[in-house]
Antibody, heavy 121, light 107 residues
Framework: QVQLQESGRGLVKPSETLSLTCTVSGGSINSYYWSWIRQPAGKGLEWIGRINSSGNGNSNPSLRSRVTMSVDTPNNQFSLKLSSVTAADTAVYYC???????????????WGQGTLVIVSS | DIQMTQSPSSLSASVGDRVTITCRASQGINNHLAWFQHKPGKVPKSLIYAASSLQSGVPSKFSGSGSGTDFTLTISSLQPEDFATYYCQQYFGYPVTFGGGTKVEIK
């Protein structure tokens, strides 16, 4: 059973960079896409972006200028950096695995538990 | 972005009830729709992908249907463990977008 676990600082100051890591267990990080999704309190889910083990991927145009994602294949981890954060970036951040349906489109099939990141001075 | 509208936003139901949740896309997404379940403090769980394909290990009381813009998730006989919030997700358009969720509560 694939399991994903987010880790990182839970409190980030405005204008700084949010950094999170997701550790994948129970399966290889190869051959899949890995994504980040967030949910501010009381609001909807927002897809941040995805990356595969080759470093290919894309991100939400609304966040693209601030998002950097990377993969550490030997350690079965992938990471998110979100720069120049503001209070609007306060949210529960989820990591997830994306897999292909029969038509070749990627959907989320496994989620992490989520980690709360608060942006505050 | 493709907007996903779920209804109702919440519902109250009894154990044994048949429950239907709908999700409407602002434009056609073929069958590229997934449903997942989220309980407070728990890991979200994928239920259905490609509108009607059951994720491995998900009980057959869950079913999905639809294509184009209108989709439904049905729970055939609601059990205590099914009380949760359910979300739809379209993965046809870029970026991926989600419905606002439907909270299923005990009547």
């Amino acid at each position: 059973q694939v399991q994903l676990q987010e880790s990182g600082r839970g409190l980030v100051k405005p204008s700084e960079t949010l950094s999170l890591t997701c550790t994948v267990s129970g399966g290889s990080i190869n051959s899949y896409y890995w994504s980040w999704i967030r949910q501010p309190a009381g609001k909807g889910l927002e897809w941040i972006g995805r990356i595969n083990s080759s470093g290919n991927g894309n991100s939400n145009p609304s966040l693209r200028s601030r998002v950097t994602m990377s993969v550490d294949t030997p350690n079965n981890q992938f990471s998110l950096k979100l720069s120049s954060v503001t209070a609007a970036d306060t949210a529960v951040y989820y990591c997830a695995r994306e897999y292909y349906d029969s038509s070749g489109y990627l959907y989320v099939d496994y989620w992490g538990q989520g980690t709360l990141v608060i942006v505050s001075s | 972005d493709i907007q996903m509208t779920q209804s109702p936003s919440s519902l109250s139901a009894s154990v044994g009830d048949r429950v239907t949740i709908t999700c409407r896309a602002s434009q056609g997404i073929n069958n590229h729709l997934a449903w997942f379940q989220h309980k407070p403090g728990k890991v979200p769980k994928s239920l259905i992908y490609a509108a009607s394909s059951l994720q491995s290990g998900v009980p057959s009381k869950f079913s999905g249907s639809g294509s184009g813009t209108d989709f439904t998730l049905t729970i055939s006989s609601l059990q205590p463990e099914d009380f949760a919030t359910y979300y739809c997700q379209q993965y046809f358009g870029y970026p991926v977008t989600f419905g606002g969720g439907t909270k299923v509560e005990i009547k």
